[in-house]
């Protein structure tokens, strides 16, 4: 349903970043490496609704599942999401305080060090489990918490998708007289790197448990068809 959900978002934006009064000349430039207001609000929003629905989940994912069916590249695949994780987290914390005067400076250390740190150190304790369960309440195991833990996570995932089609597509798509075939297949490789990162690395919570079904590897990978259409037509 996540998968479904962010390919029609991505659809939509698409069809609005090409209708004619968003495409025409009258439409004000933003300054590179800046971002709306609004828009440093939605990312705060989505890695704050990310972080409480990590911490939410690990209690009852836990104890729902007692244990991981792990490949054996596991670790290979647990470093990689770290690294796009931990990045996705920096990048996202710089475009939170940039260009932010109004902020004291004091307030743009704090944020920048609870969004870098804070999404992935909750993410990560699903992967571990305590040597002595500790005692929890019950509604802290009941498959409530866990169902608006998911609510949160993938709200937090279209927020974070919706931010990438507005302010880092645009970096593979810009179209230069003489692009080539390989060009675009270059831009295309990058893009489709660039939004793993957006995508896949928080979707990783819900990967592991239907990592090994081949439909949602089929499903994410519809997911890149309004990228490759962006790209291509």
Known sequence: ??????SVAQLWLLADSLAPERAGPSAEPTRAGTIEPHFRWLLLAALGAYTAGAALKRAPFQARVPALAAPVHAGC????????HSALCILAAAACVADAPEIPLVVQVAVMAAVSVL????????????RRAPVLPAWRTHPLCEGVADLLIGAAVLLCTWFWSEHVAELFFADFPGAGFGDRLVGSLLAAGSFAMFYAAPRFLFLLEDHARWGTWLSMSLT???????MWL
């Open 1 to 6: 349903m996540l998968d479904a959900l962010t």
């Open 77 to 84: 695949l647990c470093a990689a999401w770290l690294v796009l």
């Open 119 to 130: 999404p992935t150190a909750m993410a990560a304790q699903l992967l571990v489990r305590p």
């Open 224 to 230: 890149l068809l309004p990228l490759l259409v962006r």
